[in-house]
Nanobody, 128 residues
């Protein structure tokens, strides 16, 4: 199991910045990627940014050029620097870690069983 704890959410004015951090603990050797998702009221959860252990990053189009994800494999942490925030960035932000299990529920998966872990979320509110 992997446990994730987020920090850094809060209230900020439009145009401002926030930095979210997420610390992973437990079976961190399983992790091959970490990401931030967000969910606004009445909306589906969406990917914001992802970083793999090899440093590859992916961003949602809506945050490209404004947000930067960074991972620290040694510390099992991932951060999200959010600049030029907009009211539409208001959401609960969730830290996500993914990995592969060799065994899941008593069954062996030679190619690995893909599994996701989630933090409890941290609220980001951007006022106009």
């Amino acid at each position: 199991q992997v446990q994730l704890v987020e920090s850094g959410g809060g209230l900020v004015q439009a145009g401002g910045s926030l930095r979210l951090s997420c610390a992973a603990s437990g079976s961190t050797f399983l992790i091959n990627r970490m990401a931030w998702y967000r969910q606004a009221p009445g909306e589906q959860r969406e990917l914001v940014a992802r970083v793999s252990t090899d440093g590859t990053t992916n961003y949602a189009e809506s945050v490209k050029g404004r947000f930067t994800i960074s991972g620290d494999n040694a510390k099992n942490m991932v951060s999200l620097q959010m600049n030029r925030l907009k009211p539409e960035d208001t959401a609960v932000y969730y830290c996500n870690a993914g990995g592969l299990l060799s065994y899941h529920r008593g069954r062996y998966y030679p190619g690995g069983y893909d599994i996701d872990y989630w933090g409890e979320g941290t609220l980001v509110t951007v006022s106009s």
